[in-house]
């Protein structure tokens, strides 16, 4: 069965400075990955996926993620906060072979942005 | 590319009435979508799966009953909540799955919020 943790509810930082928000995953084969943001009372945005290419995967708006089978994480990056970064982050696994289609949501990280 | 839309965007309306949302994949063809609903600060909880052409797949504790759902065409996928009560009232958000693609990745539309009173 897959699973999927983010670590931290809640992560606060200052403008201009790095932002990590973690996610570690369980699954049994090899999985598919995404990181998705959701602004209030929006929908969910693409960030970036991760689909057994390359492990460092970069994405909109500056984001990043790198997988790492060892430690079955996908902590996602920005060397710079900004103002707008402020949103819910949710981490999504699939498994790729599974005729059900579904992914499994994180319980999402809100990340604050302090001026 | 891969934009899905939902209509409405939110809705209020008294216990007891019927409301349905519509979602629809604006440029692919989504041979699956998926019903999601989210309570505040909450991440989003899996409703059903559809496909098209045939009868949805509802997680284990939605009611199939209340929660009607249809997938008439390649890309529109309907939500009736039936005599909807207070405890209905929620953020509804559909997604599509690109017909052929091998990464199950999802596209979501904007979201519904549904109010009842």
């Known amino acids: 069965a897959q699973s999927v943790t983010q670590l931290d509810s809640h992560v606060s930082v200052s403008e201009g400075t790095p932002v990590l928000l973690r996610c570690n995953y369980s699954?049994?084969?090899?999985?598919?990955l995404f990181w998705y943001v959701q602004h209030p009372n929006k929908g969910l945005q693409l960030l970036l996926k991760?689909?057994?290419?390359?492990?460092l995967v970069k994405g909109i708006n500056g984001f990043e993620a790198e997988f790492k089978k060892s430690e079955t994480s996908f902590h996602l990056t920005k060397p710079s906060a900004h103002m707008s970064d402020a949103a819910e982050y949710f981490c999504v696994v699939s498994d790729p072979y599974s005729s059900a289609s579904k992914i499994i949501f994180g319980s999402g990280t809100r990340l604050s942005i302090r001026p | 590319g891969a934009v899905v839309s939902q209509h409405p965007s939110w809705v209020i309306c008294k216990s007891g009435t019927s409301v349905k949302i519509e979602c629809r994949s604006l440029d692919f063809q989504a041979t699956t979508m998926f019903w999601y609903r989210q309570f505040p600060k909450q991440s989003l909880m899996l409703m059903a799966t559809?496909?098209?052409?045939?009868?949805?797949?509802?997680e284990q504790g939605v009611e199939k009953d209340k929660f009607l759902i249809n997938h008439a065409s390649l890309t529109l996928s309907t939500l009736t909540v039936t005599s909807a009560h207070p405890e209905d009232s929620s953020f509804y958000i559909c997604?599509?799955?690109?017909?052929?693609?091998?990464?199950?990745?999802?596209?979501f539309g904007p979201g519904t919020r549904l109010t009842v009173l």
């Open positions: 559809s496909n098209e052409g045939s009868k949805a797949t509802y």
């Open positions: 699954s049994s084969y090899s999985p598919s």
């Open positions: 997604s599509a799955k690109l017909a052929g693609s091998s990464y199950n990745e999802q596209f």
């Open positions: 991760y689909t057994s290419a390359a492990t």
